[in-house]
């Protein structure tokens, strides 16, 4: 097996499926059943069955998606410490980034970081914090930026806490909430916490009459005043022109929401990682300065 041989095989293994793995790999179908039969000739045995909902790795198959993962990250780790052996500061950094963060923050903070390091590529995937975290785990990105409380027991800092708010187009009488139409976001660990917070608030669950999904969506309803939905103040910087009320726990504590960077410690040790980190953790330092 070569390295488009383990890309297949953690393709597979991960799409569960012939047509979303070729065209994740943009590969025709004929071609991976062609590369994928080269790899169960190889190895004298059967990867998959085929089942309704496209095919179930066979304990050979896992096995090999197994070796294929473990194989990638110790290439990619290779790789990365060639370069940094590299007397250019070069090398290829690997973001995971909450949509939050990403909307917000991100694209400002990526210019600067590239015109410092221009030798250095970015790959990016943006994401709900839940995903990011789940690459990051994985092998998938080096650095995640997430928002919650991650349970991470590697590389973490806190970057921000910023308060949660009610976002509407014009104020609301907090007891007049349960009255009002709120704007829901699916499922999420931001969801999760606000759901929380509502219950100690109020006993009758809220008059969700709109589901959209993402924060974006939502913020752009609320602006034609089709309802008011909390929200982490990072976003609202988008939407100057809406009403915000920063919300509080029941024992009067703000509600606030954590914003973290993530990484393993062996990625840390890597130069562009680190170089990363530190620009990142002092872009939050001067932003939170006061003036």
């Known amino acids: ?25 943009f590969l025709t179908q004929p071609t991976l059943s062609y590369r994928l039969k080269r790899i169960e000739e190889e190895f004298g045995v059967s ?7 496209g095919v179930a790795l066979t304990p ?32 290829t950094l690997r973001l995971g980034v909450g949509s939050a963060f990403a909307n917000a923050d991100l694209p400002q903070l990526l210019r600067s970081f590239g015109q410092r390091y221009p030798a250095v590529t970015i790959s ?12 990051l785990a994985e092998g998938e990105v080096d650095i995640a930026i997430v928002r919650g409380s991650p349970q991470w027991s590697e590389e973490r800092h806190l970057l921000r806490e910023e308060p949660m708010c009610l976002a509407s187009k014009s104020p609301i009488p907090f007891q007049d909430l349960p009255r009002r139409p709120q704007i829901l976001v699916p499922p999420s660990d931001t969801h999760a916490s606000s759901l929380r917070w509502w219950r100690e608030h109020f006993s009758v669950p809220p008059l969700v009459l709109m589901e959209v999904d993402n924060m974006e969506t939502g913020l752009r309803m609320a602006q034609q005043d089709l309802g008011w939905m ?62």
Do not use: H
Request: some cysteine; aromatic content about 10%; overall charge positive.
């Open 60 to 91: 050979q198959g896992e096995r090999l998606a197994a070796y294929a993962q473990d194989m990638s990250l110790r290439y990619r780790a290779l790789r990365d410490d060639l370069s940094d052996m590299n007397p250019t500061f070069s090398g």
């Open 230 to 291: 909390p929200v982490p103040a990072l976003l609202l910087k988008n939407a100057p022109d809406l009403f915000r009320q920063p919300l509080t726990w029941k024992d009067g504590t703000p509600y606030i929401r954590q914003t973290w960077a993530l990484c393993r410690f062996s990625v840390k040790r890597g130069r562009v990682a680190a170089a990363f980190l530190e620009f990142l953790i002092q872009a939050e330092r001067k932003a939170e300065a006061p003036g």
């Open 124 to 135: 990016l995937k943006t994401s709900r914090s839940s995903q990011a975290y789940r690459s």
């Open 1 to 25: 097996m070569n390295n488009s041989d383990w890309e297949i095989l953690i393709t597979l293994a991960q799409k569960r499926s012939i047509t979303k793995a070729a065209e994740a790999l």
């Open 47 to 53: 990867l998959f069955d085929r089942v309704p909902s």
